[in-house]
Nanobody, 125 residues
């Protein structure tokens, strides 16, 4: 069983930065593919970023490319999402997700077995 706990959300003004963290309570964190999704009110959950267990293979949604950076610290069992140049349209609940396996379907929320409780990010104009 994998438990994920997000932190780092908050309310900021447009142009500001936030860093989200997701701590995984699992011994085999190195084998996990990790991702961030977000869900705005009245909208479907959407893919934000994905990172596999090793070097390379990082993917971003077009809407965040160049502004957000996903990274992971395997020693700490934690994945991060550095969010810069935030926009009001980034307002959403951000969820950390995890799965074992390949990168196939990395942008599909149904591909992930484990989810955190979510952390709210609010960006005002």
């Amino acid at each position: 069983q994998v438990q994920l706990v997000e932190s780092g959300g908050g309310s900021v003004q447009a142009g500001a930065s936030l860093r989200l963290s997701c701590a995984a309570s699992v011994r085999t964190f190195n084998n996990l593919c990790m991702a961030w999704f977000r869900q705005a009110p009245g909208k479907e959950r959407e893919f934000v970023a994905h990172i596999i267990w090793g070097p390379g293979r990082i993917y971003y949604a077009d809407s965040v490319k160049g502004r957000f950076t996903i990274s992971r610290d395997n020693a700490k069992g934690t994945v991060y999402l550095q969010m810069n140049s935030l926009k009001p349209e980034d307002t959403a609940v951000y969820y950390c997700a995890a799965r074992y396996g390949s990168v196939t379907g990395y942008a599909n929320s149904a591909s992930y077995n484990y989810w955190g409780q979510g952390t709210q990010v609010t960006v005002s104009s």
